[in-house]
C-alpha cells in the first residue's frame, strides 16, 4: 500500500469507511421516521416559521401557539392557520432523508454530495412551505374565504406541489453529481 488512503481499507476484516456510511445512513433514516413520530413537534417550529413569514404580508402581530398559526392579531380580523399533517413538508422532508440514507449505503454516491443535494432539496421544500403558509394568510385576510380556499386549495397546493417537486428533482439531480464524458 501507498501512503495515499483510499478510504477503502479494511482494519481487521471491517471496512471503516462503509461503517460510518451505515451510521450516516441510520441516522438519517432515524431523522426520517422520528420527523413522522414527532410531527406535532416538528408542525410546531412550521407554525412559527409561518408566523414569521405571515408577519411580513399581513397587518397586526403574527405568532404561533402548538401547530397554529395566528396573524392579524390586533386588527378586526385575527385568524389562525392549523398546520396539519398533509398541511406540512413533513410529508417530502421525510421521504427525502430515508432516500438519502438508502444512497449512503450505495458506494456509487459521494456523502458529501449527496448531504450537500440534502441540504438543498430540504432547504426548497421547508421554504416553499413556509411561503405556501404566507401566501394563504395573504389571500384570507385580502379576499377572505374566497381567497383562503382559492389560496389554500388552488394556487397554493399547485405552488406547492411545483415546489416539493423540484426540492425532490435538485436533490436527485446533485446527488447523481456531474455527468462524466466517456473518451
Same mark, same amino acid.
Given at each position: 500500500?501507498?501512503?495515499?488512503?483510499?478510504?477503502?481499507?479494511?482494519?481487521? *476484516?471491517?471496512?471503516?469507511?462503509?461503517? +460510518?456510511?451505515?451510521?450516516?445512513?441510520?441516522?438519517?433514516? +432515524?431523522? *426520517?421516521?422520528?420527523?413522522?413520530?414527532? +410531527?406535532?413537534?416538528?408542525?410546531?417550529?412550521?407554525?412559527?416559521? +409561518?408566523?414569521?413569514?405571515?408577519?411580513?404580508?399581513?397587518?397586526?402581530?403574527?405568532?404561533?401557539?402548538?401547530?397554529?398559526?395566528?396573524? *392579524?392579531?390586533?386588527?378586526?380580523?385575527?385568524?389562525?392557520?392549523?398546520?396539519?399533517?398533509?398541511?406540512?413538508?413533513?410529508?417530502?422532508?421525510?421521504?427525502?432523508?430515508?432516500?438519502?440514507?438508502?444512497?449512503?449505503?450505495?458506494?456509487?454516491?459521494?456523502?458529501?454530495?449527496?448531504?450537500?443535494?440534502?441540504?438543498?432539496?430540504? *432547504?426548497?421544500?421547508?421554504?416553499?412551505?413556509?411561503?405556501?403558509?404566507?401566501?394563504?394568510?395573504?389571500?384570507?385576510?385580502?379576499?377572505?374565504?374566497?381567497?383562503?380556499?382559492?389560496?389554500?386549495?388552488?394556487?397554493?397546493?399547485?405552488?406547492?406541489?411545483?415546489?416539493?417537486?423540484?426540492?425532490?428533482?435538485?436533490?436527485?439531480?446533485?446527488?447523481?453529481?456531474?455527468?462524466?464524458?466517456?473518451?
Amino acid at each position: 500500500m501507498g501512503k495515499h488512503s483510499t478510504g477503502d481499507e479494511k482494519r481487521g *476484516g471491517v471496512n471503516f469507511a462503509y461503517v +460510518s456510511r451505515v451510521a450516516l445512513a441510520l441516522l438519517l433514516a +432515524s431523522a *426520517g421516521v422520528l420527523a413522522v413520530v414527532f +410531527s406535532n413537534i416538528v408542525r410546531q417550529w412550521e407554525a412559527a416559521g +409561518s408566523a414569521l413569514a405571515m408577519s411580513f404580508v399581513t397587518p397586526g402581530k403574527s405568532f404561533a401557539i402548538g401547530q397554529v398559526a395566528y396573524f *392579524g392579531m390586533g386588527t378586526d380580523t385575527p385568524r389562525g392557520i392549523d398546520i396539519t399533517e398533509l398541511c406540512s413538508a413533513i410529508v417530502v422532508v421525510a421521504p427525502l432523508l430515508i432516500l438519502a440514507a438508502l444512497m449512503m449505503l450505495l458506494k456509487r454516491f459521494k456523502v458529501s454530495t449527496v448531504l450537500i443535494a440534502l441540504a438543498i432539496g430540504l *432547504g426548497i421544500v421547508v421554504v416553499a412551505n413556509l411561503l405556501r403558509m404566507a401566501m394563504i394568510a395573504f389571500g384570507w385576510d385580502r379576499f377572505g374565504q374566497q381567497g383562503f380556499n382559492a389560496v389554500h386549495l388552488g394556487y397554493g397546493s399547485i405552488f406547492a406541489l411545483l415546489a416539493f417537486a423540484t426540492g425532490i428533482l435538485v436533490f436527485l439531480r446533485l446527488s447523481f453529481g456531474k455527468k462524466r464524458i466517456a473518451r
